[in-house]
């Protein structure tokens, strides 16, 4: 037997008993794109189902999935640091066509399989300041005058939420259960994107937080999926779950020398190996590199 067989068989004997054999990662890596003042992050994962929760599910079921994302950055010259974070919960309502398949969402459309993002970054906004507010004209201001006063400021204003000239790291931590249709989910615990108008105004200001013109972690789920930042009342018991994973991830970057390009690796707890997968269809990659996997130990 060649080299290359027995590495192929040990390869699929490794995800045979992974916990995580059931997991694909989209665009076969996690994809990463740089200009020369800000950097972005894409990670997902697709899921097919396990023969245990396949076997238990019947004919339908939830993935009920919890998705906290922390991140912190700091000057590297100064002692300027800013944190912050989102907490959110996701419902994928989990039914099977004719050929037994997951049906997925249309904003994913891979039979049989679900679509789960981790992380969907944009550099610009992780120093949290808002969105840009363009300057009013003045009295008496002429036309170029007003333009060249807007045109400096918007250039302050990239050069204060670029994240060159810092460091920094962001931590995703997902738990995913899966559960059974006998699961008595509430549709009042969790909403769509097209309803948060119709809410109260302290919830529709609640979530304009999270809105991507000032918020660094893109909406992508939040725009295909009924979610809630508000823990579903089911949660803390994990009783009546056919299955729990959890999945962790660390992005680390540092733009301390500014004659360079930003220096990023990500970083996940050893043993947690997904199989390279597709693209999402009509998707193509959503960067212009990939970034190795740094397998280390986490706390």
């Known amino acids: 037997m060649s080299q290359r067989s027995v590495l192929t068989m040990l390869v699929g004997l490794f995800f045979s008993y992974s916990i995580f054999a059931d997991y694909e990662m989209v665009n076969g890596a996690p994809q990463f794109s740089a200009t020369e003042d800000q950097f972005s992050f894409y990670l997902s994962l697709w899921k097919n189902l396990s023969l245990k929760e396949r ?34 919960w996701y419902w994928d309502a989990i039914h099977f066509d004719n050929n037994n398949e997951i049906i997925p969402i249309p904003e994913a459309n891979r039979p049989g399989y679900l679509y789960l993002n981790l992380a969907t970054l944009s550099s610009s906004r992780l120093w949290g300041l808002g969105r840009y507010v363009s300057p009013k004209k003045n009295e008496n201001e002429s036309k170029e005058e007003f333009q060249i006063r807007k045109d400096a400021a918007k250039l302050e204003w990239e050069k204060h939420i670029s994240p060159k000239g810092s460091y920094g790291e962001l931590i995703v931590e997902a738990i995913h ?34 809105n991507p013109y000032q918020w660094p972690i893109y909406y992508d789920e939040r725009a ?22 959890t999945i962790k991830a660390k992005l680390v970057f540092n733009w301390c020398d500014r004659t360079q390009g930003v220096k990023v690796k990500l970083q996940v707890p050893k043993g947690q190996v997904f199989l390279p997968g597709p693209n999402r269809p009509g998707r193509t990659d959503s960067g212009d590199s990939t970034l190795q996997i740094d397998e280390v130990e986490f706390p």
């Open 224 to 245: 295909h999926k009924p979610h809630t930042i508000t823990e579903p009342s089911f949660w803390n018991s994990k009783l009546g779950s056919i299955s729990e994973k």
């Open 177 to 210: 259960r899966v559960y059974p249709s006998t699961l008595n989910i509430s549709s009042k615990e969790f909403y769509n994107l097209q309803e948060y108008l119709p809410l109260t105004s302290t919830h529709y200001k609640v979530m304009n937080k999270y």
């Open 55 to 88: 076997s238990e599910l019947g004919g339908s079921g939830h993935l009920i999935s919890q998705r906290n994302i922390q991140w912190k950055i700091s000057e590297c010259e100064t002692t300027k640091t800013y944190s912050d974070q989102e907490n959110f």
